[in-house]
């Protein structure tokens, strides 16, 4: 299991300075006007909220004409309310404070499945976003890795070397190919995984949950390499689709929503050929945590 992460550490600064800031405008106003002191409070801790409506609008706008059913108002602002509950308890919670609550398991247990799994995070995670996913497969004997990829804004080719590692491991303790899960970024570093020249057969099955095959309108906004590299069109994603293309690749499951206000178009998130199911309603992290999605995907490694 990693012995660190810059990403938490960012993501500590980030939560403490506004808890921080909340708290002194609370304490500042409250004997003046305490309505204010309240107003303001909810504006500094919850301010990505508005940034999070800017998405769920635009989604809206981009998935006109997309082979999914168009989500309602009641719908987006549904799967809205559902990911401002969702973002503190990863970015605020689990990723900063508790990635390493559940660690690595690698040796199988006596009588327990062997069929290892590579948990596989998405842009500014690590490990703890699979929090509740690890508990699953503790609970359920599967031997698992869950990566930390680094550098955090780096390319994502550069996660290569970090997935290699991972599978190594699960494969050398239990003898069998593992299954990948990966979130949004992390299904394209699956696939560079697989383009930088890891033999289909190292790995069993690859499920993808709102990953950017085809990149993201979002992501026009970056500055960052990962980010770009993750825009519609980029370069960098045509030549991973051209490379792919001429490998064999193993089977993959690619679960997208018609609320994802991460990646969207909707449709950019499936891949010709894959078994790709469609969830209604669901937004970018929240899609991660459906019921549906983690007992379909457990399932299916425990059929494998």
């Not at 660190?4 to 500042?28: D, H, M, N, P, V």
């Not at 990953?211 to 069109?233: C, D």
């Not at 209604?280 to 379909?296: P, S």
Request: proline share 7%; hydrophobic share 45%.
């Amino acid at each position: 299991m990693p012995t660190s992460s810059k990403l938490a550490r960012i993501q500590q600064g980030i939560t403490l300075a506004l808890l921080a800031g909340a708290l002194a405008w609370l304490a500042w106003q409250w004997s003046r006007s305490p309505w204010l002191a309240g107003a303001g409070f909810a504006f500094i801790a919850f301010g990505y909220s508005a940034g999070l409506a800017f998405e769920f609008i635009s989604l809206r706008r981009q998935n006109r004409g997309e082979p999914v059913p168009q989500a309602t108002w009641s719908e987006l602002v549904r799967a809205w309310l559902a990911e401002t509950l969702q973002a503190p308890r990863v970015f605020g919670w689990r990723q900063p404070f508790r990635w390493r609550e559940i660690p690595d398991r690698i040796a199988p247990q006596p009588g327990a499945p062997r069929r290892g799994v590579v948990f596989i995070h998405g842009f500014v995670c690590n490990r703890g976003f699979w929090t509740p996913w690890l508990r699953e497969a503790r609970a359920m004997g599967h031997p698992f890795v869950a990566v930390n990829l680094e550098p955090v804004f780096g390319s994502i080719d550069d996660y290569v070397p970090v997935i290699e590692q991972a599978v190594a491991s699960v494969t050398q303790a239990t003898g069998m190919p593992p299954v990948l899960v990966c979130h949004s970024m992390g299904g394209l570093a699956a696939r560079a995984w697989l383009r930088a020249g890891a033999n289909a057969q190292r790995v069993r099955h690859v499920v993808t949950i709102g990953a950017p095959h085809r990149g993201t309108w979002i992501a026009r906004f970056s500055r960052l390499r990962n980010g770009r590299q993750m825009a519609l069109g980029s370069e960098w994603l045509r030549t991973l689709e051209a490379d792919c293309a001429q490998r064999s690749l193993p089977a993959f499951t690619c679960w997208y929503s018609n609320c994802d206000n991460v990646v969207f178009p909707a449709s950019t998130a499936t891949l010709p050929g894959a078994d790709n199911r469609l969830v209604t309603g669901a937004a970018h992290v929240e899609l991660a945590f459906r019921k549906e999605v983690m007992e379909a995907t457990l399932a299916l490694v425990g059929r494998l």
